[in-house]
């Protein structure tokens, strides 16, 4: 099939068919900001950071460009006054809860948000769901997933499935930008399925303190 | 019950139904809706069926058992025929009263209409105002039927338009009527339905759906509870009418789980469409077939938008889904989904029976025909009304309504349910119009109107209705989730004196982003009450702050 023609940012650029905004945008080099975003998952629209403005046929929007497809003579602008607003206060939303996750604070840098604007609650997950989503997509085990609603929806590692099989796996951790899935898991272990975590490592930082004093 | 098998036979059953009935022999009808109910209208039903068999009244009076009237105010209500004598706030005690009169053809005055000022009565359905100033379309068959009992419905002419859409129209011509008519959806938007079925119709694939919302959930909104309650016949035949139209041979009926009574009525009607042959395989001999499942949702309010909606009736939860790809094209199991109000279904028939150009003769210029609205607040008539699009809020509110309770003056309306929008007292003589309502930034949307009075805490308004729709987002994307509850905090802070200067701009952009950002209609929409309050309210949150500083 043959390529769409876009244009983003006045660039021309090329996309082949059934691509993204963002997946465009990224193959040109440039940059667009996101959160939930992972090339192995479904796009998932949730954190809304890849917000681009698009004209088409005269009218201009608000999109998030990882589900938005490409289209013939589509014109996107990835940075504007009300881009920016838009990232710079989710931003600031998020580090209501994450002040102080790397990401977060590369960005805030970026879009001149401020880490003390809205009253905080510290529960360190931004909700992206990267984690659940590698689980249930590309692990096929889901071991973690979201319960609750509305804010006070949050992860959770589900016991029975947690205690087979996250051991050995834990590839979550990585790929979360707060640190949140790794100290969920370790309490849920800590909790459900405690005794399996080896001392050893304990005793040796013990031994090595000691002998430094 | 044999199957009808042909739209004559439908006609012969509905003179035969009629022949069986006297139409000179009363009928008394109590109504069971939501408000009654809670006023225990049982228990004066119950009354009713005592009297009439212990007096061995069996032959000379009926006794129907009705969805909502709508004058919910003056619960249990009670409308006794031939010639349709209202009573109100009925007690069991009223009843062997009731009952004399009616069967002496007169009226038993305790219970009938009193004018509070004037005391002027009023008996028949007619010339009370509160529903002297409706036109009763849609909802005005409730008082008539048992909506367990599908002979009261076609008794009335029902399924008439089905027949006649099946064996007179083609598919083309029935969505042309529609679209003539200029049939706006009901659920909100106020977009054209004929211009939704055609792109259904249009999209590619075989398979497609046909789906009632009745996933009404806010407070201030009633209506559609008492329609699809009330009379899930009117509800079902526009459907069918509408499959038939699009060719969709699956609908489904999404409504909630925790409304006993309605579940009851819709579950008795699928039976009854299905034993009668007007649902199921070759509907009146025609050939086209439909199979209509009922849904339940799963507790919470964004079960209700479209995308989310049809997730959850694909078994999953139910979460908006982020493609650009309108439901109508591909929605449940991605196949072509055509998602309607039960309002704008219980308006299909009559637009098949009576014809678009009747139908475009109701009205205001670009809002056709009538709308149901849920009034309550500080009113002194709160109920379910329906009007021409294009009446006077100024109508509603006073002629209807009876104005503001305890005699108080009208501070502002509240318009459209959680995310609709407050109006000052000085805009009421706006009209009921989906595009003048959205200007002024009180769209339709849900259809409640709440009046408050000169009393109210409009801080408080906006709080009340974050604090619903907080607790009602599912919490997929930033913006809604952490932006409804940071105006939340801010919200409750101003309201508890604790508003500091620069909340006012933290809350713009709140709701800026929200609203730009939000992945589905809930969160893009849930920011409206508060900008409404910006808009019209400013002083009133100012003043509220500074005062807040001060007495810190």
Excluded at chain 2, 118 to 139: C, D, K, S, W
Excluded at chain 2, 181 to 186: M, S, T, V
Aim: proline residues 5%; negative net charge; contains cysteine.
């Amino acid at each position: 099939m043959s390529e769409t023609i876009l244009r983003i940012d006045g660039k021309e650029v090329s996309a082949s068919p059934g691509m993204t905004v963002l997946d465009a945008a990224r193959r040109a080099g440039i940059d667009v900001p996101t959160l939930c975003h992972h090339e192995k998952l479904e796009a998932y629209g949730g954190c809304r950071l890849c917000m681009v403005e698009v004209e088409s046929r005269g009218k201009t929007s608000y999109v998030v460009s990882c589900t938005y497809p490409v289209e013939k003579d589509l014109v996107v602008r990835t940075r504007s006054e009300r881009v920016d607003k838009i990232r710079r206060v989710i931003v600031e939303e998020l580090m209501a809860h994450a002040p102080d996750a790397p990401e977060l604070v590369r960005l805030a840098a970026e879009y001149g948000a401020d880490r003390n604007r809205f009253e905080k609650e510290a529960i360190f997950c931004v909700m992206c769901g990267l984690c659940v989503r590698y689980c249930a997509e590309v692990k096929q085990e889901d071991a973690v997933g979201f319960i609750e609603n509305g804010p006070r929806r949050e992860i959770s590692f589900i016991p029975e499935r947690a205690a087979k099989v996250c051991w050995d796996c834990q590839e979550c951790f990585a790929i979360c930008p707060t640190s949140y899935a790794q100290a969920a898991y370790m309490l849920t272990e800590a909790l459900a399925f405690p005794g399996r975590r080896k001392p050893d490592l304990a005793k040796k930082v013990f031994r090595v303190a000691k002998a430094a004093s | 019950m044999l199957k009808l098998e042909s739209s004559a036979a439908l006609q012969n059953l509905r003179t035969d139904i009629l022949a069986r009935r006297d139409p000179a022999r009363p009928c008394i009808a109590v109504c069971a809706g939501a408000a009654c109910d809670g006023l225990d209208s049982v228990a004066v039903a119950s009354a009713f069926r005592t009297e009439i068999a212990e007096r061995g009244l069996e032959a000379r009076l009926d006794l129907r058992v009705t969805g909502c009237h709508g004058y919910c105010e003056k619960g249990p209500n009670v409308v006794a025929g031939p010639d349709d004598v209202c009573y109100f706030e009925v007690t069991p005690e009223d009843v062997p009263g009731i009952v004399a009169a009616t069967l002496e053809g007169g009226v038993f005055e305790d219970r009938v209409h009193k004018d509070p000022l004037t005391g002027a009565r009023a008996v028949h359905m007619n010339e009370v105002p509160f529903y002297m100033h409706q036109t009763r379309l849609i909802i005005g068959d409730n008082p008539k039927i048992d909506p367990m009992n599908i002979e009261d419905y076609i008794a009335l002419g029902g399924y008439g338009a089905l027949a006649k859409a099946l064996s007179t129209m083609t598919p083309d011509q029935v969505l042309d009527e529609v679209k003539r008519a200029n049939l706006r959806g009901r659920g909100g938007g106020g977009f054209p339905a004929g211009s939704k079925w055609e792109t259904t119709k249009n999209a590619p694939d075989e398979t497609k759906y046909v789906i009632v919302n009745g996933h009404e959930g806010e407070s201030a909104a009633f209506m559609d509870r008492a329609m699809l309650t009330g009379n899930p016949h009117k509800v079902l035949e526009g459907l069918i009418i509408g499959a038939y139209a699009i060719g969709a041979r699956k609908g489904f009926i999404y409504t909630r789980h925790d409304a006993p009574r309605l579940v009851e009525h819709v579950k008795a009607a699928l039976a009854q469409a299905r034993e009668y042959g007007l649902l199921g395989d070759n509907i009146l001999g025609s050939g086209f077939s439909l199979e209509v499942e009922l849904h339940f949702d799963v507790g919470i309010f964004v079960s209700g938008e479209s995308s989310a909606l049809m997730r959850s009736i694909e078994g999953n939860p139910p979460e908006p889904r982020p493609k650009y790809i309108r439901t109508s094209v591909q929605g449940i199991w991605d196949k072509p989904s055509n998602l309607n109000n039960v309002e704008t279904w219980a308006n299909v028939p009559q637009i098949i029976a009576r014809g678009a150009d009747w139908f475009t003769g109701i009205g205001s210029p670009k809002s056709k025909g009538t709308k149901l609205v849920s009034l309550s607040g500080h009113v002194v008539n709160s109920g379910i009304v329906e009007v021409s699009m294009g009446t006077p809020l100024r109508t509603l509110i006073f002629d209807i309504g009876g104005g503001v309770r305890d005699g108080k003056g009208l501070k502002a309306v509240h318009f459209g349910g959680a995310m609709g929008g407050s109006l000052p007292a000085n805009l009421i003589d706006a009209t009921l119009d989906f595009d003048e309502m959205s200007k002024l930034g009180a769209p339709i949307g849900a259809g409640g109107l709440l009046v408050m009075d000169e009393d109210t805490d409009m801080v408080e308004v906006a709080r009340y209705l974050l604090d619903f729709l907080v607790k009602e987002s599912c919490g997929k994307c930033v913006p809604c989730r952490e932006g409804m509850w940071q105006m939340l905090k801010i919200l409750t802070n101003i309201a508890d004196g604790m508003g500091k200067k620069f909340d006012l701009d933290r809350l713009a952009d709140l709701a800026e982003v929200t609203s730009l950002g939000s992945l589905c209609a809930l969160g893009k929409t849930s920011s409206d009450p508060l900008k409404s309050m910006l808009r019209y309210f400013k002083d009133e949150y100012e003043t509220r702050i500074a005062a807040g500083r001060q007495g810190q």
